[in-house]
Structures are given as C-alpha cells and as structure tokens.
C-alpha cells in the first residue's frame, strides 16, 4: 500500500485495536457493474409519450421490447401497443423484394432519401426469416445507406431474430405500427431472405415491389410466376450506362408476360419500369406510380379492404402459431413423439393413425 493511500495516523498493519483501515479501492466485480450500468426501466406511459414525440431513443428502446423473446416484455410490448394502436395505420406500407444483388438496399437509399427531401418521413425495416442465423442484416449488407442513415426524417431498423409467437413475421408488424405512432409515414420493408419471405411481406404492406435485373431471358425462366403475381410493379434496375438499352429491352418482355399473368391488386394493372437506383435515375416516376395506386385503391376501397384482410389473416396466423407453439411444447407430446415417429418411420403405424392416437392423448391430457 502506498502512503498516500492512508492517513499517517494508522497503524502499519491491520490489527483488531484498530477499527478501521483503508482499503485499496477494488474494480467492480462484473455483476456490480452489471447493476450499476442497468438503465431504469421505462414505464409504458414513457415509452407511449415518447414515441408520440418521435423521440428516436424511446422508440429504438420500444422496438427492442417488441422484439425481446421474453416473457414480461411481450406484456409490457402488448400494453404499449394497444395505447399507440389509435395513432397507428397512418402511412404508406411499401415492400421491396428482389434477389441477391437486384439493388434493394441501393434503391431504398435513394427512394428513401428522395421522400425524405420532399418532406416524408421514411421508417425502413428489413424481413429475413434467416436472420437468426446470419445475425443483423440491414447492418451485415453491402449497401449500408449510409446517406439515408443520417437523413434526421429517416430511422433504419435491422431485422429481428425469430423467437417464439410469430416470430420475425410479428415483431415486423409491431415494428412497423411503432414507427406509425412515432409519425413515419413512409415504411419500406427490404425483404432479405430468398424466396421465403415474400409471401410475409406481401400480407403486411400496400405495394409490393419487385426490383429486377437485365438478362430477364434467365431470370425469367427461373423466377417463380407466383412472386410476379403477388406485386404491384416491377422495376428493373441498373439502367444505367451499357445497360441501358437491354433494361428498356427487359421491360418489355416483362410487360408481355404480365399480360398474361393476374394482377396483385384489384383494379390496378401490374407494369415494369426501369430505373438506376445508383444514379437516382426513374425513381420519382416510381413514386408517381406508387401514388397512383394509392389514389386508384383507396377510392376503390380495395386499399382499406386489404388492410383489414391482412389484420384478419394476421390473427389466425398467430392463433396458429401460438397452437403449434404450446402442441409441441406439452409434456404429453414430448413424451410420445419419439417413439411415434419410429413407428411410422418403420411402417409398423399408418401416419393419420398417429396423429389421432397423439392427438387423442394430447386432448385428454389438456383438460
Ligand atoms: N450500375 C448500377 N449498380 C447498382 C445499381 N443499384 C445497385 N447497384 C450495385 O449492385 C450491388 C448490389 O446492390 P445492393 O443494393 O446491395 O443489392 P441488394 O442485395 O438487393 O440489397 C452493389 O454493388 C450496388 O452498388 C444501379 O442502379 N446501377
Ligand atoms: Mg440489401
């Protein structure tokens, strides 16, 4: 011990006649400083006011609820939305899908940051069911959007990882209905997974759009028609440079097929378009689109009736999910799938047999 660390009236060595002594200080042992660190838990009525004022912190820290697996916070997460639901529903939804490389994340940088200059404000949330596996996705990609990412009207939002009670798919939607509350009223959804997730995107938004790239002759023979029919534009990008011509080239063949194939929406005719997200070439004519739709949609009725099926479809989805959630997690079916599923494997029971017999058991044991 060094002599400045004590008084010079104490004794050299600790000793019991001496009721005090000083002791050099200790570092915090992990758990202290754990619990020194631990922020206060905000109260609902906190997290409520402060994503009404658009503060960025509290509806960063209110997403992170919604997205928290755990127990407390699911109900915490639930109060608080049923108090933002009144100020929720309030913007334009729009989807952005394509594969791999097409430009999605480049085109929301420059569509975001379009709106965000004429005076939106612009929420984007990636979907990728994988994301559990890849871990943050919007943050692991090449295109950061960076520009938008500092835009003061923009607020960018990696994916979820899965958990339970509906997942990705969930904590996406509660996501999106916070950052309504919060007053953004453009959200563009990135969907990152292949192939998985477009149907997921496509039950939450307004408009759905495909970004596309030239070479359509192969991409066209391997894209799947069901994604062409489930969105309201298709949009090939990279027209730029040498590209140029074939993009003109590729949005026509896309138009032939689509004529031939069922539209997305009700009343509104599905075209191709092209545009260079990287120049910031055709995106205002995509925005001209986009507002025609809502305008034909929504004198239609067909936007506010696709909002209401999708709360519907929403909710069934959730019963389901949460039945399968607690079925395989009952002691009885845990107990019992095993050794079924040898039996069926082996062919000594006939698969509908099993099911009733686990289902029988399961039932019983429910009641
Ligand atoms: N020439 C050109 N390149 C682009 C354009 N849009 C995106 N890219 C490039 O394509 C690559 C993939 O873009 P990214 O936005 O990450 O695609 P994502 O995987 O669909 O999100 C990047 O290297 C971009 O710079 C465009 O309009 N023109
Ligand atoms: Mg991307």
Same mark, same amino acid.
């Given at each position: 011990m060094n002599k400045y660390d004590r008084p010079e009236w104490t004794p050299d060595e600790n000793n019991e006649a001496f009721a005090t002594y000083v002791r050099k200080e200790e570092p915090l042992s992990s758990s202290m400083k754990k619990r020194w660190v631990k922020r206060k838990e905000r109260s609902i009525s906190e997290y409520v006011e402060g994503v009404l004022a658009s503060?960025?912190?509290?509806?960063?820290?209110?997403?992170?609820?919604?997205?928290?697996?755990?127990?407390r916070h699911m109900a915490m997460a639930q109060q608080l939305l049923q108090q933002l639901l009144p100020h929720t529903g309030n913007s334009l939804r729009i989807g952005i899908t394509g594969v791999p490389g097409a430009g999605k994340s480049t085109f929301i940088e420059a569509f975001g940051t379009f709106l965000c200059e004429r005076g939106h404000r612009v929420a984007v949330l990636a979907v990728d069911p994988s994301s559990s596996l890849t871990g943050g996705s919007i943050l692991g990609d090449k295109t950061r959007m960076e520009q938008l990412a500092r835009h003061p009207r !923009?607020?960018?939002?990696?994916?979820?990882?899965? /958990?339970?009670?509906?997942?990705? @798919?969930?904590?996406?939607?509660?996501?999106?209905?916070? %950052?309504?509350?919060?007053?953004?009223?453009?959200?563009?959804?990135?969907?990152?997974?292949?192939?998985?997730?477009?149907?997921?995107?496509?039950?939450?938004?307004?408009?759905?759009?495909?970004?596309?790239?030239?070479?359509?002759?192969? &991409?066209?023979?391997?894209?799947?028609?069901?994604?062409?029919?489930?969105?309201?534009?298709?949009?090939?990008?990279?027209?730029? /440079?040498?590209?140029?011509?074939?993009? &003109?080239?590729?949005?026509? &063949?896309?138009?032939?097929?689509? @004529?031939?194939?069922? @539209?997305?929406?009700?009343?509104?005719?599905?075209?191709?378009?092209? %545009?260079? !997200?990287?120049?910031?070439?055709?995106? !205002?004519e995509i925005w001209d689109v986009i507002q025609q739709f809502m305008e034909v949609t929504k004198k239609s009725g067909v936007f506010m009736e696709r909002r209401r099926m999708q709360m519907k479809d929403w909710l069934y989805a959730m019963i389901k999910d949460y039945l399968e959630t607690s079925f395989f997690a009952h002691p009885i079916v845990k107990q019992t799938l095993p050794s079924l599923e040898r039996e069926v494997m082996d062919g000594k029971q006939p698969v509908t047999m099993a099911v009733q017999q686990l289902i029988e058991q399961y039932e019983r044991g429910a009641r």
């Open positions: 503060d960025r912190t509290i509806l960063a820290q209110a997403i992170t609820l919604v997205e928290s697996n755990a127990e !923009a607020f960018i939002r990696p994916s979820p990882s899965g /958990g339970t009670l509906g997942g990705v @798919h969930r904590k996406t939607r509660e996501t999106m209905l916070l %950052c309504e509350a919060a007053g953004y009223d453009v959200i563009l959804i990135e969907t990152v997974g292949v192939g998985q997730s477009e149907g997921m995107v496509r039950g939450m938004v307004d408009f759905f759009l495909l970004l596309a790239l030239t070479g359509a002759g192969d &991409e066209l023979q391997g894209m799947k028609k069901g994604i062409m029919e489930l969105v309201d534009a298709i949009v090939i990008n990279k027209a730029d /440079g040498d590209n140029k011509k074939r993009a &003109e080239l590729a949005k026509a &063949e896309y138009n032939q097929i689509l @004529h031939y194939l069922r @539209h997305a929406t009700k009343g509104w005719k599905t075209k191709a378009y092209t %545009c260079s !997200a990287l120049l910031g070439e055709g995106i !205002a």
